[in-house]
């Protein structure tokens, strides 16, 4: 039986045709997700909550993969994970194929992650982050275009 906690949670989307994004965090990254999916709807950005739905214990690796099989598989543009820290969602993200996470602490690491590494899952730390700050991340993230040219080759370059 699925509990009602791992049913994804929908906001309709400001834009018909364009991909949600899917966010979801550990226990520990709840408080920020929460926050960061404020800022998503005052953007209008169309987006699924993967979980979790409280701040009860849990693994933040079955979260990641949630979030990266759907942007692997083409369900989502982008992905967005918080925990304590950011990396063990991101190392856990980067198993799946094509998909590219990448922690960020600070806009300028968001814009070259994206427009250099064109990367789709941004992995944020409550631990480390503000919300204030993480609010800037993402809006930075989602906001930038992988540039391509000289880096689209390297992009290639990173599956084996």
Known sequence: MTE???IPRKQPSAFPGIKPIAIASDHAGFALKEALKLALGRWGVAFEDLGTHDEKSTDYPDYAHRVASGVADGRYRFGVLVCGTGYGMCMTANRHRGVRAATCTESFGARATRSHNDANVLCLGSRITGPGVAEDVLKT????????????????KIEP
């Open 4 to 6: 009602s906690s791992d």
């Open 141 to 156: 993230f989602l906001d930038t275009a992988f540039e391509g040219g000289r880096h689209a080759n390297r992009v290639t």
